[in-house]
């Protein structure tokens, strides 16, 4: 069991928050005092992230607990199932209840466009997605339009914000492309969503809280 932290699964539900962009001027984050972790139970059959990448994610939520200030709701991307799938989770750990959506991966990651992720990479220039616990931080409007930066808290991902590896939304992320292509377009290592969606996470994820993304099945 992991201490400090567990989950309980109820019935999906969508943010319905309306998002507003904030100045774009950065925010150095200090490490706060950590939050008493919420004592709810654990997750069970019903809930559809793979036991073990969830284990993984309330391991990192613990672990980054100074810097995570925000541990009421988090977000995994399982990146063992192929973009046409639903793999961004969106977990509220408090009430149990959660939603998914698409989320493309990075070119480097699939040079092939098979629509599944290959490898990961934190190079410079890889276009490719990293693992890892990633903090939420700051908007700003840039050439994907309204977008979140991200800080990599572990060994594998702490080159995310200098690569530029933030959240945004994409045309070739939108749910049409599946029935189009059969799967999604690729990022250059970002965590690109429909563009009707963006909002939507931003509601739910807001400044401050963990994004961790990983695969279980071998590289």
Same mark, same amino acid.
């Given at each position: 069991?992991?201490?400090?932290?567990?989950?309980?699964?109820?019935?999906?539900?969508?943010?319905?928050?309306?998002?507003?962009?904030?100045?774009?001027?950065?925010?150095?984050?200090?490490?706060?005092?950590?939050?008493? +972790? *919420?004592?709810?139970?654990?997750?069970?059959?019903?809930? /559809? $992230?793979?036991?073990?990448?969830?284990? @993984?994610? %309330?391991? =990192?939520?613990?672990?980054?607990?100074?810097?995570?200030?925000?541990?009421?709701?988090?977000?995994?991307?399982?990146?063992? +199932? *192929?973009?046409?799938?639903?793999?961004?989770?969106?977990? /509220? $750990?408090?009430?149990?209840?959660?939603? @998914?959506? %698409?989320? =493309?991966?990075?070119?480097?990651?699939?040079?092939?466009?098979?629509?599944?992720?290959?490898?990961?990479?934190?190079?410079?220039?890889?276009?490719?997605?990293?693992?890892?616990?990633?903090?939420?931080?700051?908007?700003?409007?840039?050439?994907?339009?309204?977008?979140?930066?991200?800080?990599?808290?572990?060994?594998?991902?702490?080159?995310?914000?200098?690569?530029?590896v933030v959240v945004h939304s994409a045309w070739?992320?939108?749910?049409?492309?599946?029935?189009?292509h059969g799967k999604l377009g690729r990022s250059?290592?970002?965590?690109?969503?429909?563009?009707?969606?963006?909002?939507?996470?931003?509601?739910?994820?807001?400044?401050?809280?963990?994004?961790?993304?990983?695969?279980?099945?071998?590289?």
């Open positions: 069991m992991i201490s400090g932290v567990t989950l309980a699964v109820g019935a999906l539900a969508q943010s319905t928050k309306t998002f507003t962009t904030p100045a774009p001027e950065r925010v150095s984050i200090k490490p706060p005092k950590a939050p008493a +972790a *919420p004592r709810i139970a654990r997750p069970n059959s019903r809930f /559809d $992230v793979e036991p073990k990448l969830l284990e @993984r994610a %309330l391991a =990192a939520l613990n672990r980054h607990s100074s810097a995570i200030r925000e541990r009421d709701q988090i977000a995994i991307v399982d990146f063992d +199932a *192929p973009s046409s799938e639903p793999r961004l989770h969106f977990l /509220d $750990v408090v009430s149990g209840k959660a939603t @998914r959506m %698409l989320v =493309a991966h990075g070119s480097g990651s699939d040079p092939g466009h098979t629509g599944y992720l290959k490898t990961f990479s934190n190079a410079f220039g890889s276009n490719a997605s990293s693992e890892g616990a990633f903090l939420t931080d700051d908007y700003y409007v840039g050439k994907h339009g309204r977008s979140q930066r991200l800080l990599g808290l572990d060994h594998t991902n702490n080159n995310a914000l200098a690569r530029a070739y992320a939108n749910d049409d492309m599946i029935s189009a250059q290592g970002c965590f690109a969503v429909g563009e009707d969606k963006l909002d939507d996470v931003f509601a739910f994820l807001g400044k401050g809280r963990m994004i961790y993304a990983d695969r279980m099945g071998a590289a």
